[in-house]
């Protein structure tokens, strides 16, 4: 059972547009919500969290929205650059921490 | 700081064998949690372990084990290789409390069953 889940694999956008990934997930008892951005033979690397009693988490060009009722959030990245270009995984873990739980991605495309 | 460092980076091996791959985590972060990453089917978990004890496992096959030494160094072991077992297999390391940052990923170990 797939708790989260990226429905779009794929997202290719023009350079200095918006870019939107979607997730959504059915455990209502997720505390934390992350977004990793992974390149091609290298791991994952951190890019922005938000925690479930907040709707809305800002840094610099991301930003992540959380809609607990829908059990979605999103993340924009305004405005997108070519380097953007890589896999995005959201990620959310237990309100008794331990283990994230992983979407199955969203590989983006920016074109200049 | 040094990140976290996995060994070896590729590994070729053939079916019906056994690996066995290491982590390394950051210094000072007790937990390491292990994930295969398949094309589709995103970052499956394999297993957390906090302290040498193994705290969480996710669901995959008895010929998929791990452990962990008393300085968080961690090694996982796959036995009977199978050709479904080919994938990036990522190693992450956290520190308790750590909420807002979640892990930090090793570079991975690209396995290739043949």
């Known amino acids: 059972d797939q708790q989260v889940k990226q429905n779009s694999p794929s997202l290719s956008v023009q350079e200095g547009r918006i870019s939107i990934l979607n997730c959504d997930y059915t455990n209502s008892m997720f505390d934390y919500f992350l977004w990793y951005k992974k390149y091609p033979a290298e791991g994952p690397t951190f890019l922005i969290s938000?925690?479930?009693?907040?709707d809305k988490n800002e840094d610099g060009r991301f930003t992540v929205f959380l809609n607990k009722s829908a059990k979605h959030l999103s993340l924009h990245i305004v405005p997108s650059q070519p380097g953007d270009s890589a896999v995005y995984f959201c990620a959310a873990r237990g309100n008794q921490g331990g283990k994230l739980i992983f979407g199955q991605g969203t590989e983006l495309s920016v074109k200049p | 700081k040094a990140g976290v460092t996995q060994t070896p980076r590729y590994l070729i091996k053939t079916r019906g064998q056994q690996v066995t791959l290491s982590c390394s985590p950051i210094?000072?972060?007790?937990?390491v949690s292990w994930y295969q990453q398949t094309p589709g089917q995103g970052l499956q978990f394999l297993f957390e372990?906090?302290?040498?004890?193994?705290?969480n496992k996710g669901n995959f096959p008895g010929r998929f084990s791990g452990r962990q030494f008393s300085n968080s160094r961690s090694e996982m072991n796959v036995s009977t290789l199978e050709l479904g077992d080919s994938a990036l297999y990522l190693c992450?390391?956290?520190?308790?409390?750590?909420?807002?940052?979640?892990?930090?990923f090793g570079s991975g170990t690209r396995l290739t069953v043949v």
């Open positions: 992450a390391s956290s520190s308790p409390g750590n909420d807002y940052y979640g892990y930090t």
């Open positions: 210094s000072g972060h007790r937990s």
């Open positions: 372990y906090f302290s040498e004890t193994q705290r």
């Open positions: 938000i925690s479930s009693i907040k």
